[in-house]
């Protein structure tokens, strides 16, 4: 498998993936500014909508959005625990997560990533993840990660994006449970290994 992906994007969730499932793959620099791959050809030509992650399977079939590719993976190593298996109430609770941590975090932080956002409208960004974080925070009150004692895709996903917020200089001290989460899934082998591949750490 090929893994493309921008160092410290969302893509960043599915090389973890890959690193917690024991995978064999080969990971690609796409990067997301200049889309031009480590050989000087475009990225678009691999996948044309130009952004990551984007995996290519074996037989040459291609994945693209991270909560997708994150529970492909999981499914390829169903002895790791990374996800529960299809068809239970637990495989769904995972999807509510994943869902969640794309539409209610990820998607707030994209504004402010942007130059031509106005700042009233990276405010009220800010805003909404500052309520949704604080929910978050919540529901991490006595859980070592998102879905209990276990690791999952979930949270290599949340890990990545929450990540967003140094950066952004969004403090996440008011959130004592996240901020614990966080170094609990940062501790992990696979986690380094990854960012490290990244040049992140």
């Known amino acids: 498998m090929k893994l ?30 200049t889309k031009v791959l480590p050989d000087g050809s ?6 044309p909508l130009g952004y990551v992650p984007y995996l290519v399977l074996d037989d040459g079939t ?5 909560a997708i590719v994150c529970q492909y993976v999981a499914d390829q190593a169903p002895a790791k625990g ?9 495989r769904y609770e995972l999807q509510m997560w994943m869902h ?3 539409t209610e975090i990820h998607k707030n932080f ?10 009233e409208g990276k405010k ?5 993840l500052a309520e949704r974080l604080k929910w978050l925070d919540g529901q991490l009150a006595g859980k070592q990660y998102l879905m209990g004692n276990g690791f999952t895709v979930a949270d290599a996903y949340l890990f990545v994006v929450t990540g967003w917020t140094k950066p952004m200089n969004i403090d996440l001290a008011p959130f004592p449970n996240i901020v614990a989460w966080r170094e609990r899934v940062a501790a992990r082998p696979a986690v380094q290994a990854a960012m490290k591949a990244e040049g992140l750490i």
């Open 100 to 102: 969640f941590t794309s």
């Open 82 to 90: 990374l996800i529960p298996a299809c068809g239970t109430m637990a």
């Open 4 to 33: 493309y992906y921008s160092a410290g994007a969302c893509s960043l969730a599915a090389h973890i993936a890959l690193e917690e499932a024991g995978l064999k793959y080969e990971a690609i620099s796409a990067p997301t500014k």
């Open 42 to 47: 475009d990225y678009r030509k691999v996948n």
């Open 124 to 128: 009220l960004s800010k805003d909404k």
């Open 110 to 119: 994209s504004p402010l990533f942007s130059p031509a956002m106005p700042e």
């Open 62 to 66: 291609g994945l693209r959005e991270c």
